[in-house]
């Protein structure tokens, strides 16, 4: 309900007649509603789905059935591809599923939906009435008691726009070298942990063993900031008012200015190394598997993940339980699809598949004895990906520790505090929906399934969080 009166608001704004957009509003909401309750079943809930598909583009038209995807890829300035290259597809069902949409009666409710997606994604550049109304409505999407702040609006439209200006000063000002260096150093330190746990994984054959070894030893680490800075900032030209421009003209501009490098990009030789979305300021990290690489921006390494002046236990229980984590998607069932390179090229045999997704049932069984805050059981099978990432990194961190009791709680309490966190209800209905379990579990079951747990702390049978040795599961 709370999209279909944004929506019918936001129409009404631009001109409609308030019947008419109530219309729109109800059509656009129906249209939205076909399309989720058939595309989250299938890519979502199946780990092992999660490839992409070359797609000859002699076969787009099977893609496409009730449009002409020709012209409509070359008005969006793709060229053809050429005949032995593909196109690569991320998800043909959800693509036939969209495509299915496009006919000739749905026609004006597909132009409803241009219209809403235009303001909508700049309603922050737009008259003030816009930006209320898209704010109001993030607002009550996330639950938050109180309209954001002017001042933090404004840093966001400048971070949304302007993302790699403002990280460039974001690192010049919160990201010391020798920070970078410190960093560097714990990757590697978890690249040889990881390293000897694949070297130590009986269940591995040879050739997918030698092969992991090989993916393992290729990934790039990237950390803080990149090393150089797309030649475009320093070319653009913003004007003031005083001289005509205006603010929306300067989202546009930009907007066609990022458009303009992607289109350039295709039939250039793939180069590893980039940073894509990722900008120094973002609070995030992550695996690609197109480039074997794993990222920490400025913006992670801060407390309570990372303090360069904390003990090493205690980062590694924060930072490094990330980096690991992020590590161990390089093998798993994304990762799977991906060489060293990045090629899309499978490098798991059979047997070792097989053996892999015995080992991940059990994992998705394990988690299914949690609860949710809301009382319902986890869903095991979905965030299964992240939990196999989280149980080997606290495998390899708890190695790193060596049998010291003073800094495996360290360790341990380090991880346990990077996971507090607060969720309003609207909050939990969204994170629900997530690959991602709620901070308490992935600390609870993690540590509980990892021995030297058992040994930093006094826990018996009698305790919550015990669980018997021969239930202890993780891949890695
Ligand atoms: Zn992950």
């Not at 749905?106 to 737009?126: D, E, F």
């Not at 803080?224 to 320093?234: C, Q």
Request: hydrophobic content about 40%; overall charge negative; charged content about 20%.
């Amino acid at each position: 309900m709370l999209y279909r009166s944004y929506v019918r608001d936001m129409l009404e704004l631009y001109g409609h007649e308030p019947s008419v957009a109530e219309h729109e509003a109800a059509e656009l909401f129906a249209l939205q509603q076909r399309f989720a309750m058939k595309s989250i079943a299938a890519e979502q809930h199946d780990p092992g789905a999660a490839a992409l598909y070359p797609w000859a583009e002699k076969d787009m038209g099977e893609l496409y059935r009730s449009i002409d995807i020709e012209p409509v890829l070359r008005t969006g300035g793709l060229e053809a591809v050429p005949e032995k290259q593909n196109w690569y597809v991320g998800s043909p069902a959800d693509i036939r599923l969209a495509a299915a949409q496009f006919t000739s009666e749905r026609l004006p409710v597909l132009k409803s939906y241009a219209i809403i997606q235009l303001l909508h994604n700049y309603s922050s550049c737009l008259p003030a009435a816009y930006a209320q109304l898209n704010a109001r409505y993030m607002e009550q999407l996330k639950g938050a008691a109180a309209p954001e702040p002017m001042t933090q609006q404004a840093q966001e439209r400048c971070w949304e726009l302007l993302g790699e200006a403002y990280g460039r000063q974001y690192a010049a000002r919160y990201f010391p070298e020798k920070v970078g260096s410190q960093v560097l150093q714990y990757a590697e330190d978890i690249r040889a942990a990881f390293r000897n746990r694949l070297v130590k994984a009986d269940w591995l054959g040879k050739s997918t063993r030698t092969k992991a070894l090989a993916k393992l030893d290729a990934m790039i680490v990237k950390v803080g900031a990149p090393r150089e800075w797309p030649a475009w900032l320093d070319t653009i030209t913003v004007l003031p008012p005083a001289q005509g421009g205006s603010f929306i003209d300067a989202a546009l501009a930009i907007g066609q200015q990022r458009r303009t490098i992607e289109l350039d990009l295709i039939g250039k030789t793939f180069q590893q190394g980039g940073w894509g979305d990722m900008l120094p300021q973002t609070v995030n990290a992550e695996y690609d598997p197109a480039d074997n690489s794993i990222t920490f921006p400025a913006g992670i390494l801060q407390l309570p993940i990372y303090d360069p002046a904390a003990p090493a236990m205690q980062n590694l229980g924060g930072l490094g339980m990330i980096i690991a984590h992020e590590i161990t998607h390089a093998f798993d069932s994304s990762g799977a699809h991906y060489d060293a390179q990045g090629r899309l090229r499978n490098w798991w045999t059979y047997t070792d598949w097989q053996a892999y997704l015995k080992r991940q049932q059990k994992i998705i069984q394990y988690y299914e004895r949690y609860r949710l805050p809301d009382g319902s059981q986890a869903d095991g099978k979905r965030s299964v990906q992240e939990n196999i990432a989280d149980l080997g990194a606290l495998a390899c961190l708890t190695d790193l520790a060596a049998d010291d009791r003073e800094a495996l709680q360290q360790l341990y309490s380090s991880y346990a505090r990077i996971w507090r966190e607060k969720l309003t209800p609207a909050g939990f209905q969204r994170e629900r929906l997530g690959v991602h379990l709620f901070g308490g579990i992935r600390v609870n079951a993690v540590l509980s399934a990892t021995d030297g747990f058992y040994e930093a702390f006094p826990v018996t049978p009698a305790d919550a969080m015990y669980v018997s040795p021969e239930d202890r599961i993780r891949l890695w």
